[in-house]
């Protein structure tokens, strides 16, 4: 699975986003360590604290599953036929750090037109709290 199909995986998840407050529609597809991939969509809430964004949509299959290392997760987010570079939320990342070995997750985002930019965690959440700091 490379960047561009995972991109492509993350477009497919996004039909499936229930975003009819902000219509923000995002959808999100991520790699494990043994190479299984899981998809999600960010889901809505009339009460709007209550939202889940399409990251963590996509991580908490992968964990309920049983699978608790990620490398690789892509992100297509826009409103309505436009995606344009959808950076995780802050929050999103936290959740990513529990999951990953920060240097070596990959996050891929792109613009809907073919550019796909790809950082590492630790390049997007520096100097990061994580589980072994609790050990
Ligand atoms: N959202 C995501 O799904 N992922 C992010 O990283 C940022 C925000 C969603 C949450 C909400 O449904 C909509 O985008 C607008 O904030």
Do not use: W
């Amino acid at each position: 699975m490379n960047e561009k199909e995972l991109f492509d995986l993350a477009t497919e998840a996004r039909k499936s986003a229930y975003a009819p407050y902000s219509s923000y529609q995002v959808g999100a597809a991520l790699v494990t360590e043994d190479g299984s991939v899981y998809t999600g969509c960010n889901i809505e809430n009339a009460s709007y604290g209550a939202t889940n964004c399409a990251e963590r949509t996509a991580i908490f299959k992968a964990v309920s599953e049983g699978h608790r290392k990620i490398k690789m997760i892509a992100i297509a987010g826009g409103s309505g036929d436009k995606t344009n570079f959808a950076f995780p939320c802050g929050i999103c990342r936290q959740v990513m750090r529990e999951f990953s070995e920060p240097g070596e997750l990959k996050i891929v985002v792109g613009d809907g037109r073919g550019e796909l930019r790809i950082h590492t965690l630790e390049e997007l959440l520096p100097e990061s709290f994580g589980p072994e700091k609790l050990e």
